[in-house]
């Protein structure tokens, strides 16, 4: 008689029943979270950036005066750097005294037209008078009353008098072309020394170099005494208010993201306590990597595949800015809200104004023209107004 044994069902622990319901809810919500539109694309990889105004001289000098250092915040306009003026004071001396040469000889030249004028009138009495004088001669010598010698006079006297009035004819012809249809101011020789002296003026005021815009002064690298040449770096301006936020977003992220979308922002200089609304105003024309300095070479055949990222520019609210101040590439946390994707992916209209403008080098040409009229005046000449051949570029 066998003896059969029955072993009795495992008992399933209820802490083991609660594991493996959370695993599988879980793995249920990672699986919706990776389908499933989540309506939001955030990122870590964000900084701030913003533009860099470069203080540049336009001509060669010598430095003798810096007006701010690093940190130093500058309103646009205030003096940062001053080159000896010296050559620049004596080359617009010079240009002002050649102005008034030209005035003065313009001046003589008008003369001289009127002169020959005159001295063509004056020939052409003396031709008329000829001609009466050899026609009174030639009747009388019909009737013997003079001799024909005093008629050959007469009729040498009528030549000589059309030659002299041709003579002034000629001259009246050769000043009049150097003064036709101008005056003082509009002859080509004063248009010239004007233009000159303009130069000379613009070379002087460039002696000074003022900041282009209001902000923080960085990267200061001028010194006293330098000798800087046209196009030297001297020193960086960051406007606070020119910042924005550029976001790398991965390339599998892109398609939720559209122009327009709001954003939300933390720095980690100021933590999650201050938050930052924005909007995307923008994406770059290619990821990080194509425009790096040694673009990666996938042709090669060594090739991995690498996640890229597209940069995405957020445009920050200017008064959160104002209240809460940025640096240039601090860290920043991104969110945009994806769920309304009606804009469009990138930018398709042209920009019909400049985007930054300054007023500094506005009124140069215009403090130069009154250089101008004076010297004119001056020189006793028709201080009629001299128009500005054109403005400065500018930027604010």
Not at 238 to 252: D, I, L, R, Y
Not at 329 to 354: I, Y
Not at 374 to 387: E, F, T
Request: charged share 15%; with cysteine; glycine share 6%.
């Amino acid at each position: 008689m066998s003896i059969m044994t029955q072993t009795s069902p495992k008992k399933i622990h209820p802490g083991q029943i609660a594991v493996a319901c959370a695993l599988l809810i879980g793995a249920a919500v990672a699986v919706w979270l990776t389908v499933a539109p989540t309506g939001q694309q955030e990122t870590e990889d964000a900084y701030v950036d913003g533009n860099v105004v470069q203080l540049t001289p336009q001509i060669t000098g010598s430095v003798t005066a810096i007006g701010a250092d690093n940190t130093d915040y500058v309103k646009a306009g205030q003096v940062l750097v001053q080159l000896n003026e010296t050559d620049a004071q004596l080359a617009l001396a010079r240009a002002e005294a050649q102005l008034a040469k030209a005035v003065r000889a313009v001046r003589v030249q008008f003369a001289n037209a009127s002169q020959f004028q005159a001295n063509v009138t004056l020939r052409s009495t003396d031709l008329a008078k000829a001609n009466a004088d050899l026609a009174r001669r030639t009747g009388l010598a019909e009737s013997g009353a003079i001799s024909g010698e005093d008629v050959h006079h007469a009729e040498d006297a009528v030549k000589s008098a059309r030659a002299a009035l041709s003579v002034a004819e000629q001259q009246l012809v050769s000043a009049g072309a150097l003064v036709d249809q101008t005056s003082v101011t509009s002859h080509p020789d004063v248009q010239a020394a004007i233009a000159q002296l303009r130069e000379a003026y613009i070379a002087n005021a460039r002696t000074t170099l003022r900041a282009p815009v209001s902000g923080l002064v960085a990267k200061r690298s001028v010194q006293l005494g330098q000798r800087v040449n046209a196009g030297a770096a001297l020193m960086s301006i960051v406007p606070p208010e020119q910042m924005w936020v550029n976001a790398n977003f991965k390339e599998s992220q892109l398609g939720e993201i559209r122009i327009g979308q709001p954003a939300t922002l933390t720095a980690d200089v100021y933590g999650k306590a201050v938050s930052y609304t924005g909007h995307v105003i923008g994406q770059e024309a290619g990821t990080g990597s194509a425009f790096a300095l040694l673009p990666a070479q996938n042709a090669t055949g060594n090739w991995i595949k690498v996640v890229q990222r597209v940069p995405i520019r957020i445009a920050l609210d200017p008064k959160q800015l104002a209240a809460h101040p940025l640096k240039l590439g601090l860290s920043m946390h991104v969110e945009v809200n994806t769920a309304d994707r009606s804009g469009p992916v990138a930018v398709h209209t042209v920009a019909t104004r400049p985007a930054y403008t300054t007023v500094v080098f506005e009124h140069e040409l215009e403090q130069a023209d009154t250089l101008v009229q004076k010297a004119i005046a001056a020189s006793n000449g028709s201080a009629q107004p001299v128009a500005a051949k054109g403005k400065q570029g500018q930027m604010r």
